[in-house]
């Protein structure tokens, strides 16, 4: 069991909005502004995609955007392409004295 | 341009030892914390170790406390990950990942290196 919580699926068709929702607790998502989104496709590395909550690494579209609300990020994936199409995973950094970072169990995002 | 790229892998009994490496090249090594992430095949990630930049704190995993060292060579742009007692629940792609700075996001990512666990 992940320590971050994360829908196992969401869908969406091409040019829609879909959120994926991350929830954590006040020992980590809660605590610090320091949620990262990752972008993984079948047999690559994951990519970074929003860093401390809501920044974009240079290169990532501005479809993509990150939120937070209390023990609860969001990643946001507006006008949807068939490119979208591929596995999220959020992370939460969680401090040095417990489980320094921690991911969500991960969504397939399929782009009907 | 950045890269990582990880080797050491293969496939191994239970209860032997193993190292990994993660060679780094195209950024000022010594500046970064780096980690190791692992992914059992078909599942998620899950966050193994990391090291600051210059060796000096290092933390683990609960699952791996104990079994795994991480370590590095600043003057050979090199990650280690020592993994000792191996169990058939560390079967997994091990991936190298750089720390963004003052981030804790991991920014770049190696190819990963594929560690089997089986008698």
């Known amino acids: 069991q992940s320590a971050l919580t994360q829908p196992a699926s969401v869908s969406g068709s091409p040019g829609q909005s879909i959120t994926i929702s991350c929830t954590g607790t006040s020992s980590d998502v809660g605590s610090y502004n320091l949620v990262s989104w990752y972008q993984q496709r079948p047999g690559k590395a994951p990519k970074l995609m929003i860093y401390?909550?809501?920044r974009r690494p240079s290169g990532v579209s501005n479809r993509f955007s990150g939120s937070k609300s209390g023990n609860t990020a969001s990643l946001t994936i507006s006008g949807l392409q068939a490119e979208d199409e591929a596995d999220y995973y959020c992370c939460s950094y969680a401090g040095s004295s417990t489980s320094y970072v921690v991911f969500g169990g991960g969504t397939k995002l399929t782009v009907l | 341009q950045v890269q990582l790229v990880e080797s050491g892998g293969g496939v191994v009994q239970p209860g032997r030892s193993l190292r990994l490496s993660c060679a780094a090249s195209g950024f000022t090594f010594s500046n970064h914390g780096m980690h190791w992430v692992r992914q059992t095949p078909g599942k998620g990630l899950e966050w193994v170790a990391v090291?600051?930049?210059?060796?000096?704190?290092?933390y683990y995993a609960d699952s791996v406390k104990g079994r795994f060292t991480i370590s590095r060579d600043n003057s050979k742009d090199t990650l280690y990950l020592q993994i000792n007692s191996l169990r058939a629940e560390d079967t997994a792609v091990y991936y190298c990942a750089r720390e963004r700075l003052y981030s804790n996001s991991f920014d770049y990512w190696g190819q990963g290196t594929l560690v089997t666990v089986s008698s």
């Open positions: 401390e909550g809501s």
């Open positions: 090291i600051s930049y210059d060796g000096s704190k290092k």
